[in-house]
């Protein structure tokens, strides 16, 4: 994970946010999104609709997307930041307020992911996909209970884990397991997670945000740190892939979707929300990439198998959300970097 040093140089990158008028006929889209998050059937369908050609670019991390943006050269009329991402390039004027005008759709969002804390007063973002981030046993092969990160970072599972190559993901997990709120980032408490992360470095056999579930399939490795939807891919794969949120501590990640300053296509960005946001084009994200859908009307087309999934909606729980961090997320980078390098 590529954190950027200091977000103070994206002040200077601000530009007018209220300058660029809806253009009658746009002709293309140019989307910046997560890889293997966005079905090509969707894409496929509305261009076909809209005749409006989508270019699709993906990114691996929400600082990589950051670190893309801010260095510029290229204009996206639509952006998928995760909440915390979101909520720094709100605080530094780079997003475009949505025209919920333009977004009936929006109305199917579930009341609990409208005004989230990285967009109290709901402009700029629209929810795409939610979930949790916890672990995956493959039942048949690890036969220990694993109830948490302390179970699955054990020296007998030494070379049998993957993990999300999310330098803040694991620092999180690191603070629960000492006792810290997920956002309790300072340099005091990163050095305090050190030796735990250290220890378990060495026993990671492999980093994989893309897709870790892969290693998992290939029995390459029988546990995993990973995202909720790859264990739910996983867990509809094959039912001895079970997924378990840690007692230490889980959290809520949001990811949505942005309209970046800059943007040139608006009436395209603002179609293809809507479009996205439509029940049965929503259920079909979530066949695909079987995370939490925020869609209420969506949720309801799915099959009783895919609700059941407790990857997808896992037992409810009070779960916060991870806040902005500023220029400690610099400090994150350099330690996960000076643990990978000492394995």
Same mark, same amino acid.
């Given at each position: ?7 103070r ?24 999104a ?39 050269g290229?204009?996206?009329d ?7 991402i979101?909520?720094?390039l ?31 007063e709901q402009?700029?973002t ?87 579930k892969? $290693? %998992?399939? *290939?029995? &390459?490795?029988?546990?995993? !740190? /990973?995202?909720?939807? #790859?264990? +739910? $891919? %996983?867990? *509809?794969? &094959?039912?001895?892939?079970? !997924? /378990?949120?840690?007692? #230490?501590? +889980?959290? %809520? ?14 009436? +395209? ?75």
């Amino acid at each position: 994970m590529k954190i950027i040093p200091c977000l103070r140089i994206l002040t200077l990158t601000v530009l007018c946010a209220c300058a660029v008028p809806l253009r009658a006929a746009d002709q293309e889209l140019n989307l910046f999104a997560w890889s293997e998050y966005v079905p090509q059937g969707v894409l496929e369908a509305f261009e076909e609709e809209t005749g409006i050609t989508v270019n699709y670019e993906t990114f691996a991390s929400g600082e990589e997307m950051l670190a893309k943006l801010i260095a510029g050269g290229t204009a996206y009329d639509l952006i998928q930041p995760p909440d915390y991402i979101a909520e720094a390039l709100i605080k530094n004027r780079l997003l475009l307020p949505v025209d919920f005008a333009q977004v009936p759709n929006f109305r199917h969002i579930l009341a609990e992911y409208k005004g989230m804390p990285h967009d109290p007063e709901q402009k700029f973002t629209v929810p795409y996909m939610t979930g949790t981030v916890g672990i995956v046993v493959n039942t048949e092969r690890i036969k220990t209970p694993i109830r948490g990160v302390k179970d699955l970072f054990s020296p007998q599972h030494k070379g049998r884990i993957v993990v999300v190559d999310d330098g803040r993901e694991l620092v999180t997990a690191a603070l629960y397991v000492l006792g810290h709120p997920l956002n309790n980032i300072t340099p005091e408490t990163l050095e305090q997670t050190r030796p735990l992360l250290a220890e378990w470095f060495n026993l990671i056999k492999l980093f994989d945000s893309d897709s870790p579930k892969t $290693a %998992l399939l *290939n029995g &390459d490795v029988d546990l995993g !740190y /990973v995202w909720g939807g #790859e264990a +739910a $891919a %996983l867990w *509809n794969e &094959d039912r001895k892939f079970q !997924y /378990v949120l840690p007692a #230490e501590g +889980a959290h %809520l990640f949001v990811d949505v979707l942005a309209i970046p300053v800059g943007a040139k296509n608006l009436q +395209a960005a603002h179609a293809f929300l809507d479009f996205v946001l439509r029940p049965e084009v929503s259920r079909q994200i979530s066949d695909e990439f079987p995370y939490t859908n925020p869609n209420g009307e969506a949720r309801k087309l799915l099959t009783d198998a895919q609700r059941a999934n407790p990857a997808s909606y896992p037992p409810a729980r009070p779960l916060d959300t991870f806040r902005h961090l500023g220029d400690t997320g610099a400090l994150i980078d350099e330690l996960v970097t000076d643990l990978k390098n000492a394995r």
